[in-house]
């Protein structure tokens, strides 16, 4: 790693310790960022499909964690500790089958003076993470294969893979 100051990161004060980023002199600005989580499913899960959800008496596999990752993205403040309380214009999340894995897409927008990026990565996480809960009775063999910034825009710097 390359010798860096500790005020190269945005999250340390000129002292090294950890601060929150005043945004107090930035404008509001539109703000979208786009996440996703992967996780594969072994055979014996895809088995349990029917349609586009695998029902367990916990209720719908999808259903369930896309409103654990829309809950997830309003409460990231809580879960990571200096990112910004912000006020959520819309939280999206998608499932879809891909081959063996299950693609999960966190689209979060906001009106504000820092990004939602924290917010879809959160959200994706999570939802994952209740897919791995929900299917863990028929099989521990599932991965959360990656967890990745998709895009960004309506900050200082746009971003898009």
């Not at 945005?10 to 786009?34: E, W």
């Not at 819309?90 to 089958?97: P, T, Y």
């Not at 209740?130 to 746009?158: N, P, W």
């Amino acid at each position: 790693m390359a010798n860096q100051s500790s005020t190269d990161f945005t999250h340390l004060n000129t002292a090294g310790q950890p601060a929150m980023v005043d945004v107090s002199g930035k404008d509001n600005t539109f703000r979208i960022a786009v996440a996703e989580s992967r996780i594969y499913l072994p055979e014996i899960i895809r088995h349990q499909f029917q349609g586009n959800d695998i029902q367990t008496r916990k209720g719908g596999v999808f259903q369930t964690a896309i409103i654990a990752g829309i809950m997830a993205a309003k409460k990231t403040p809580e879960l990571i500790p200096l990112c910004h309380t912000l006020l959520l214009d819309g939280c999206d999340v998608a499932i879809v089958m891909e081959s063996e894995e299950a693609v999960i897409r966190c689209t979060v927008k906001t009106t504000g003076k820092t990004g939602v990026e924290m917010e879809a990565l959160t959200g994706a996480s999570v939802a994952a993470l209740t897919i791995y809960d929900m299917c863990k009775a028929f099989s521990q063999e599932m991965v959360i294969r990656e967890t990745k910034l998709i895009s960004k825009s309506g900050g200082k710097h746009d971003y898009s893979r």
